[in-house]
């Protein structure tokens, strides 16, 4: 049963600006103590990109820190990524994820978050 959905994906040029956003189709039904965004590229792992906590606390992939940023609507069940400043080592399909429980929040280890969206596929042109 499909618990997060993505969207705002596409194809933009170097140095162009995305927002990506996540519905949590569970909003306000299911425990979130944690929820971000990950990406990942053919033949290789899965990498976090950013994530927030239920204290609004975030965390950003060294990468990405001071070109991306999450937002959470607590009130619309969405959580948002802004991309700016994008590079094609940006390309990948990126993933919403959420968990359930959480002592920290972070990206470090995307097997601890147990809820995926399909994700949606970012295409940054040079």
């Known amino acids: 049963q499909e618990q997060l959905h993505e969207s705002g994906g596409g194809s933009v040029q170097s140095g162009g600006s995305l927002r990506l956003s996540c519905t949590d189709l569970e909003a306000g039904r299911r425990r979130r103590d944690c929820m971000g965004w990950f990406r990942q590229v053919p033949g290789k792992e899965r990498e976090g990109v950013a994530t927030i906590g239920a204290n609004g606390r975030s965390w950003y992939a060294v990468s990405v820190k001071e070109r991306f940023t999450i937002s959470q609507d607590n009130a619309k069940g969405t959580l948002d990524l802004l991309m700016n400043e994008l590079t094609p080592e940006d390309t990948a399909i990126y993933y919403c994820?959420?968990?359930?429980?959480?002592?920290?929040?972070?990206?470090?280890?995307?097997?601890?978050?147990?809820?995926w969206g399909q994700g949606t596929q970012v295409t940054v042109s040079s």
């Open positions: 994820a959420a968990r359930t429980f959480a002592p920290h929040c972070d990206g470090e280890y995307w097997r601890d978050f147990n809820y």
